[in-house]
């Protein structure tokens, strides 16, 4: 190993490689090219750091002066891309490499400077790499190596063409590894493409499960499902954790609810810009947030050093993505946790899904409050600052303290003190449960209250339930049986909060809107009314009686017989008949077909026979009729002409005045021609 590498390593506290960094670095691989296949989170940065070593520096210790990238390296991601340059940079730096990252959401400006500076290594997205490759911004022409990251997911977001691209600008004699944590049919294709008898390596059946992750799969009512990743939380009280959820809906619901209950979260999903993202992943980072929810996509390539526990929410759609999920944790020899939450109805998916990827899980029910704080108290008991010296400055609040407390009001305070900096536990129901099997109980003792404001006046329960809370510093508990009338309605309030309901009115015991509110000295007498919704439908006058069998005291009226089926010669015709339709019926021949009754003007006529002459309904030497559907024009009004005025000249068939609306002239049907034709009306006369 280059000694420059090798004191890197050793000022990070690497003791010894992992698999797949021994995998890589073996002496007789030193210019393969390598299609490698490891688990998440088992080093693979590393890994390919020293094995691109040798064919970077090739003899020398440090690197030369910066111009055209030696190396570059691909993400599907700009948070692992940026993870890789940041590993990369302490790899490198005893060595003196310049690395650059190109991702997509940065000033493209920045990074056109920073390529045209010089640099050794460039880790890039596909998209942005592309981009620069076709503006001319980057030079491939010294190229030794290509690095392909989590070439799997790469594909999975459909940037296929974008790497067949890069591979092709690529000079011929370079190396080429491709890392992914599964090698499926599109990767081997991608391999047996663009590399030269690549070296298969993979350390994914060496070991069944990742040692250092424990996997718990944990039951919980459908209900519980929200309050069970609270209490798993709080028990394990993690420096980071990450709540995977399978849609952003979930993941702002979630992360609105955890934010109310004081978990310092941070949410990752589609809707983030790149600098809300970024900020987010440094808030983990510096400790000014411990949780963080998720989406698979939003969170493909994160990278938190001190994550300690994963969740799952929702539970994964396949065993790689359960993979990945779990990959985050259990890091650089840390241990870690993760959890599964199940309710009843995925738990046969859980057990697919740990199946397929070939993990064993401890099945247990979520923990429960009591279990929470038990291990409050033993984080208590374990911490530091039992053995911690007195400040100076404190030394004469301590005897104050001591002086004028006993013990147990001194420890009383302390605990209280120390479990109000987190969330209180929930209390999860049996998973087992069906049903809402726990009875209600009574309310009361308590004191009613009228207030003048009615359904005429728009009041509802659910808008008076919220005021009041608010006015009278109340919670939904507080509150009983809301009864809205016409003009008033009654509220029902515990009795010990009567009192302090009272004292939040004031003396005008006012409410918004100007209503007034009234103690009353016992419970309103309400009359069962009808609902608002008006009367109920029933009989009309003069229509059918109720039937006496829905009367459970009326004796029910023997059913009348049926009458007998008719027996003649009728219903034997019936039962003979067909019931297919009549077109379904197969035809006899010709010659069985029963002459016809009459002639028609299209039948055949005999030989010999005189032809009948066309007749138009009229009977022979008569005076033609008058159609009786030709309507006499009626008579103008308007005064005659003298009969000694002279007459027009008759117009011809086709000259007459075409009307000067378009839309009035005549068109006859089913015939086309002219304007003006024959076929146009005929002029009165």
């Not at 400006?109 to 981009?131: I, S």
């Not at 309030?493 to 009353?520: H, R, Y």
Request: net charge positive; hydrophobic share 35%.
């Amino acid at each position: 190993m280059i000694q420059t590498i090798a004191d890197a390593l050793a000022q990070q506290g690497y003791e010894t490689l992992t698999a797949v960094q021994q995998a890589v670095t073996d002496p007789a691989l030193a210019q393969a090219d390598l299609l490698v296949s490891a688990q998440t989170g088992s080093g693979k940065t590393v890994g390919f750091g020293l094995a691109i070593a040798p064919t970077l520096l090739e003899e020398a210790e440090h690197f030369g002066p910066a111009a055209a990238p030696l190396a570059l390296v691909i993400a599907p991601t700009r948070e692992l891309a940026m993870q890789v340059s940041r590993e990369l940079s302490w790899l490198y730096g005893k060595a003196g490499a310049i690395v650059t990252t190109c991702v997509g959401g940065m000033d493209q400006r920045t990074e056109r400077r920073a390529l045209d500076r010089g640099a050794h290594v460039v880790v890039a997205t596909p998209g942005r790499l592309c981009d620069h490759i076709k503006r001319g911004n980057i030079d491939l022409g010294d190229l030794r190596a290509v690095v392909l990251d989590e070439a799997d997911e790469m594909l999975d977001l459909g940037f296929r063409d974008e790497l067949e691209f890069i591979l092709s600008e690529a000079p011929e004699d370079r190396r080429t590894l491709l890392f992914s944590a599964t090698v499926p049919a599109a990767i081997a294709k991608l391999a047996q493409s663009y590399q030269r008898d690549a070296q298969r390596i993979s350390t994914v059946g060496e070991a069944k499960q990742h040692a250092d992750i424990e996997y718990r799969a944990l039951n919980v009512h459908p209900r519980d499902t929200e309050n069970a990743i609270i209490n798993v939380l709080r028990f394990y009280e993690a420096k980071n954790a990450i709540v995977f959820c399978n849609t952003r809906a979930a993941v702002a619901r979630l992360t609105a609810k955890f934010t109310n209950r004081g978990f310092s979260v941070v949410a990752l999903s589609g809707e983030l810009t790149q600098s809300e993202r970024t900020n987010a992943l440094q808030a983990l980072r510096d400790g000014r947030a411990r949780v963080c929810i998720a989406t698979d996509v939003a969170a493909r390539g994160i990278d938190l050093p001190n994550l300690e526990l994963v969740i799952h929410a929702d539970l994964p759609s396949n065993s790689d993505t359960l993979l990945h999920r779990s990959g985050r944790t259990g890091r650089a020899g840390r241990k870690g946790v993760s959890a599964l939450i199940v309710p009843p109805k995925m738990k046969t998916k859980a057990n697919r899904l740990l199946g397929w990827a070939k993990l064993k899980a401890e099945w247990a029910a979520a923990p429960t409050a009591a279990e929470v704080n038990a291990a409050d108290e033993a984080r208590l008991l374990s911490d530091d600052a039992w053995s911690a010296p007195i400040p100076e400055d404190a030394e004469a609040f301590v005897a104050n303290l001591v002086e004028q407390f006993s013990p147990e009001q001194l420890a009383t305070a302390f605990v209280n003190l120390y479990r109000a900096r987190a969330s209180a536990p929930e209390d999860l129901t049996d998973p087992g449960a069906r049903g809402d099997d726990k009875p209600r109980p009574a309310f009361g003792p308590s004191v009613w209250f009228s207030v003048s404001a009615g359904r005429n006046d728009g009041a509802e329960p659910r808008t008076l339930l919220p005021m009041l809370c608010r006015l009278g510093d109340l919670t939904k508990d507080d509150i009983g049986a809301i009864r809205v009338q016409p003009s008033h309605s009654f509220v029902e309030i515990l009795a010990s909060s009567a009192t302090k309901f009272v004292n939040a009115l004031g003396p005008d015991m006012k409410a918004e809107g100007g209503a007034v509110v009234t103690q009353l000295d016992s419970p309103p007498d309400l009359p069962r009314g009808p609902k608002p919704g008006g009367p109920k439908r029933g009989p009309k006058p003069g229509g059918k009686p109720h039937r006496k069998s829905y009367d459970s005291d009326a004796p029910s009226e023997p059913r009348k017989p049926r009458k007998p089926y008719r027996e003649d010669p009728v219903a034997e015709v019936r039962a003979e008949r067909s019931d297919k339709p009549r077109f379904e019926k197969p035809r006899g021949p010709k010659g069985e077909r029963p002459p016809k009754s009459h002639k028609t003007d299209r039948s055949p006529m005999k030989p010999g026979a005189k032809p009948k002459p066309k007749s138009n309904g009229e009977a022979p030497g008569k005076p033609k009729a008058k159609a009786v559907w030709k309507k006499e024009k009626p008579a103008s009004d308007a005064p005659r002409k003298p009969k000694g005025a002279p007459k027009k000249a008759a117009a011809e068939p086709n000259s007459y005045k075409r009307a000067s609306d378009p839309s009035k002239r005549f068109s006859p049907p089913n015939k086309v021609g002219k304007q003006g034709g024959k076929a146009g009306p005929k002029r009165g006369k």
